[in-house]
């Protein structure tokens, strides 16, 4: 703690006297982590659910943590930015954040705030009352998370800023540490890889997957992403493929109008609630000596 002196000045029968008082004040933020605020993302029940967790490396108690809002670490909260775009799922002005789409610690609610007439908000998680214990020094909150319908980045990589029960000044703003750094783990094959026809038709080719997913997130998301081959297709050589969704269905032409193989490659991504992604591929062959023109 820093000592300021604060100067009193009294007068008595008609001589001033100066008297020096001590008041406390806490040190400024410093470049090392005084609190941190990390989150992960997961994919339930068709929602994204953002989880935090909030480690308090000072002295002072918190007892709120504003996800998504930038107080640029000066006491003008003029300039102060909410971050978050999406809303909770089934938020309602009047009803808040329902009890199914978020989690607090005991003692402690969870509320959305902002600016009037804004766009953007950012999330709060606050002790209730006196007698609910805010987060001491050396202490680490769990338990915070949100639902939402559709994925907003600002959750994972905005700010968060914390107030304190006896600090001054109160609020703290920190940036969020992502603490799902891994991408899951993704391969592909395709049933049948060698299409076995004389004719040239469309044959359907189904995808199976093997995913290994990382601690945080389970369900990671499928996409088909890109369908190419050896030679030049001509269109209606590939059907039934929806690209940017899990389509794990399609049907390839099996021709080929060269001297070698047709070899097409089919191409997947898996990317985690956290935005961690992985590409993988795999192939279905037409034998040039089993394929006529068509």
């Known amino acids: 703690m820093k000592q300021t002196c604060a100067i009193n000045i009294l007068k008595l029968t008609g001589i001033v006297v100066l008297t020096f008082a001590s008041v406390s004040r806490a040190e400024e933020p410093s470049t090392s982590p005084t609190v941190r605020v990390g989150v992960y993302a997961r ?19 918190i007892d709120g943590i504003s996800i998504g809002r930038d107080s640029k670490n000066d006491e003008d909260t003029n300039n ?16 808040g954040i329902p009890a199914a789409n978020s989690n607090s610690p005991t003692g402690w609610r969870v509320s959305v705030i902002g600016p009037e007439k804004s766009s ?15 987060l001491s020094g050396g202490q680490t909150l769990n338990k915070m998370s949100v639902a939402l319908d559709h994925p907003d980045i600002n959750y994972l990589t905005g ?23 891994t991408p899951p783990s993704l391969s592909v094959n395709l049933n049948p890889s060698v299409l076995h026809t004389q004719d040239g038709k469309l044959m359907p ?23 190419t081959a050896s030679e030049p297709l001509e269109p209606g050589d ?57």
């Open 43 to 61: 994919h339930l029940g068709g929602k994204i659910v953002y989880h935090y967790r909030v480690t308090n490396n000072l002295p002072q108690t």
């Open 80 to 95: 102060d930015v909410w971050e978050l775009l999406e809303l909770p799922s089934g938020w309602h002005t009047k009803l």
């Open 159 to 181: 700010h968060a800023m914390v107030h304190f029960t006896n600090r001054y000044p109160a609020n703290l703003t920190v940036p969020l540490d992502k603490l799902d750094a």
């Open 120 to 134: 953007t908000h950012a999330i709060l998680w606050e002790i209730i009352n006196d007698k609910s214990a805010p």
């Open 238 to 294: 590939i059907r039934d493929a929806s690209f940017g969704i899990d389509d794990r269905y399609i049907k390839l032409r099996a021709y080929h109008n060269g001297a070698s193989d047709r070899i097409y490659t089919v191409t997947y991504s898996a990317t985690d609630a956290s935005g961690n992604q992985t590409i993988a591929s795999a192939s279905v062959t037409v034998p040039h000596d089993q394929a006529e023109k068509k």
């Open 205 to 227: 080719v189904n995808a199976i997957f093997t995913i290994k997913d990382d601690d945080y997130d389970h369900l990671p998301e499928v996409k088909l992403e890109s369908i």
